[in-house]
């Protein structure tokens, strides 16, 4: 991955990031302003009081707020902002919420994905489109292989389904009528298990424990024992940037689907909030409360093999496990003790992570 070249190319960019106050939207958004992009960000709202989005609003070129399963006022967006690229991150992405509210999960991912792909259709403007799945988009037989890219789709809970759902969307679309003399060129990016400061939502180990250990109390594991490819935030974030770059100068990785997961050792969840532990407090550690909820299935294994990104797009993780641990304590120790202080250190996480990749790719 020549790390500089991509870097370079969102310069003066007009990028459009659906989904752009939640976690991982709020945090690619930071990455492209930093990069000299011009943002435009587009969501339906934004809930949550200590959202990462609540520090960093003032960087967006422009932005809106409206519900991108309504098919006109998609199209009327993506006609008038005209953008280059395209990152579709807008999802309900919350595996229990969705055993919960089934019917609005598939609504809304799939539908959102329909009516940005359509209005792509209809307006054919040359703009590169990375829409954003999960690794969840498998069908999960529990292997310790991890899944490559020609796997089986189709996850039993609704969330996985929805995901599944819109990945045969995306591929009939792209076969039907951008795979020949379209402006428009689109990829699949699936990466999961991503973690880091600024995640406040509901019912996921890292906000969950911050909070926990911020009031004193134990920590609630559902799953102590399930591994998981844990990695951080500013990993696949990278990977969907050179996979959008990476269009521009491939047109033979068009309609393409990539894996963007570690290469590391898979840790389970116990190991991952003990190592987090001693980080928080190396005087006192609180103790870890481990409960059984299974009201809800969740699998106990999950894995991508990355091979692809690395051999076609020269993709892969730069952070170990430690360094990783290391940016989200920082991350959330920085949040309750000088939240005024939120956007800066969120800009010198990606700043190093940055300047890693530059050594990294010194090292090729």
């Not at 689109?186 to 406040?200: H, K, M, Q, Y």
């Not at 940016?327 to 996480?349: A, C, D, G, V």
């Amino acid at each position: 991955m020549n790390i500089n070249k991509t870097l370079k190319f969102y310069k003066n960019k007009y990028v459009l990031v659906t989904g752009h106050t939640g976690f991982k939207g709020s945090w690619l958004s930071l990455v492209l302003y930093q990069l000299g992009a011009n943002v435009i960000g587009v969501s339906k709202s934004t809930l949550q009081v200590n959202s990462h989005y609540n520090f960093i609003k003032n960087i967006f070129h422009k932005e809106y707020f409206f519900d991108l399963t309504n098919k006109s006022k998609t199209l009327k967006l993506i006609n008038k902002s005209k953008p280059d690229l395209i990152f579709n991150l807008a999802a309900q992405s919350l595996v229990i919420k969705s055993y919960q509210e089934p019917y609005q999960t598939f609504f809304d991912n799939y539908l959102i994905t329909l009516n940005i792909i359509e209005s792509l259709r209809v307006i054919n403007k040359k703009i590169n489109a990375v829409f954003i799945t999960s690794d969840k988009s498998y069908k999960n037989i529990n292997t310790i292989r991890p899944y490559k890219e020609d796997d089986i789709l189709g996850g039993d809970d609704p969330y996985s389904g929805s995901k599944g759902a819109i990945e045969m969307l995306i591929n009939s679309y792209f076969k039907s009528y951008f795979n020949k003399k379209s402006n428009i060129r689109l990829a699949v990016a699936r990466a999961g298990n991503v973690i880091g400061g600024g995640d406040w939502s509901e019912n996921r180990i890292i906000p969950d424990t911050f909070r926990s250990w911020y009031k004193n109390k134990k920590i609630g594991l559902r799953n102590p024992n399930a591994t998981r490819p844990w990695q951080h935030v500013l990993e696949p974030l990278f990977g969907y940037l050179v996979l959008g770059h990476n269009l521009s100068l491939n047109k033979q990785i068009n309609g393409e689907a990539y894996n963007f997961g570690p290469t590391t050792k898979h840790r389970s969840v116990l190991d991952l909030i003990s190592n987090l532990n001693k980080l928080w407090d190396k005087d006192k550690l609180l103790f870890i409360n481990i409960k059984t909820l299974n009201s809800y299935k969740e699998a106990n294994l999950l894995a991508l093999n990355s091979n692809k990104a690395k051999r076609q797009l020269d993709w892969s993780c730069s952070l170990n496990f430690k360094e990783t641990l290391k940016l989200i304590n920082e991350w959330y120790l920085e949040f309750y003790s000088n939240k005024n202080n939120i956007l800066n250190m969120s800009k010198k996480q990606i700043s190093f992570f940055i300047e890693k990749l530059k050594i990294e790719n010194k090292k090729i």
